[in-house]
């Protein structure tokens, strides 16, 4: 019923696009490379947990308008007809979620309706950033998307993980009833430049202790394995699920694991120096693994991750040492 | 933090108590239990589930009062000081919901949050109406409350099923960040007289199918697994958490099993006559087995299901034959 095609960032012909969470670490490197293609880009977000910096890269660009608003109570937006909404507001991060446990519910089950209305209204493709945080502490290894994950709905991360579920479950809903073109991909992991130095996410926390000349925190014992995606493989799957009409949930990540410590030598490796290691208590509910199965983003997308863990570390040093 | 004590139904003094879907099943038998009280009740329904009849049964009660509206858009009440908000609102039976799927979500989500709100406003106890159907497929039996469920997000049951794992997530968010007295049940397949003939659970399957004379519709081979609990019993526990400080959710359903055949030979001997059965495909994400643990409802509340199969379904065909 709703397979008609949405235009795709991947067709010459300039596009708008409204991007929720514009100034977010994913949704300020979709602006910059929406922009770079020639195609106009309204951001919206209320720096909840985006920070005005990643606005400020692009304010003066002609084809950039930025909307502050709080997108769980409606999004101001009246300009021309939109060809794509994209939904990547919410706070992220677990001392982020954690500190704003209500708002974060709110972002994935308002911010979401907020979002398909507007996408129905203007007859736009729907985009969902969801998260491997669905899968829980997961009992299957890899995850693939046919996975239903195993998470706690009373935790103290469930503010996060049952609002992404939720979110889901509205946008299959309002494909499957009111015929709007979604898609949904759970991200896993993904480090780069801009991230927040308080993030709480393991390469960020590195990243900044080691440029900061502390020891690199670890919790537990260090053989919990992470899987790290470059922000750069991220934009490009997420660019190519734009152009496939596939509406079930896609996996984007990359399957190589690296347990924590193998982590802190990779960075000694970049730095070119050892570094000194704290041990601290694993927090509550804390997922010991997660590893994406990326099967489906291979077969529809023809889509592997390029950058490597390295690589990666060291142009995110280079590009935020710039920015600085 | 929260641990003040809310007054409890099962205290002397009268109590003002908002219901919302207190013209659905279940509602409907916890107004009639607070008005024989002595306590006062505020009734909010929308009819998009419930039904005129279960209002009427009340109307002109003079501690009653009936607001319609749906809660999903605001609980317009403005009267004084609530001691209770109680939210059972939903589309709870699969026909339903898949009907409605969009204002199911809501309803869990929106809904949800406006009873956490009023409760908070008021200072009131606030109590959710969960369900067995968070714990999805199970691959735990009997399930436990710590059991985390096995639910496919992006199924076609995700609208009910997600809706109240976040309706739980928020309501422990409600209660751990902005201090709300909350409690929380899983109801597990409930039944008894005022249930809706077009509800299109089991139990209302057969009794109606039986009344008019129809073969019984049994899905799949009749194999699988179900636990009924008869609905006095259910607003018994109901009434006992309104008076335990216990924040964390509660199973109430009786764990005694039956096979939907052996659902059919209970039947045939209440009304003693032979049934005929006539057999259809399981539906998509069909349950196959639900069966509560209800180790914490018989520590906490001291509650066990008192009322046998043969008893409840007799109770219900005598009062539903009484009502016509």
Known sequence: MTDTPVPSTATSAPLRI???????????HLVERFLNEGHSVIGVDNYISGQVSNTDLFVGHPRFTFIEADVSHGIPYEGETLDWVMHFAS?????????FPVETLMVGAQGTQNGLELAHAHGAGFFLASTSEVYGDPHVHPQPETYWGNVNPIGVRSCYDEAKR???AITM???RSRGVNTRIIRIFNTYGPRMRPDDGR??????HQAMRGEPLTVYG??????????????????????????HEPVNLGNPVEFTMLELVEAIEDVLVRRMSVEHRELPQDDPKQRQPDITVAKCV???TPQIELKTGLDLMLQRDAANR
Not at 18 to 28: N, W
Not at 221 to 246: H, K
């Open 18 to 28: 409204l991007i929720t969470g514009s100034a977010g670490f994913v949704g300020s």
């Open 91 to 99: 706070p992220a991060s677990p001392p982020h979620y954690q500190q």
């Open 166 to 168: 939720y979110a889901e």
């Open 173 to 175: 809903a309002y494909h």
């Open 202 to 207: 393991v390469i960020t926390n590195f990243v």
């Open 221 to 246: 014992d260090g053989s919990q394995t992470r899987s790290f995606q470059y922000i750069d493989d991220l934009v490009e799957g997420i660019s190519r699920l734009m152009a496939a009409l596939y």
């Open 301 to 303: 997308l023809k889509w």
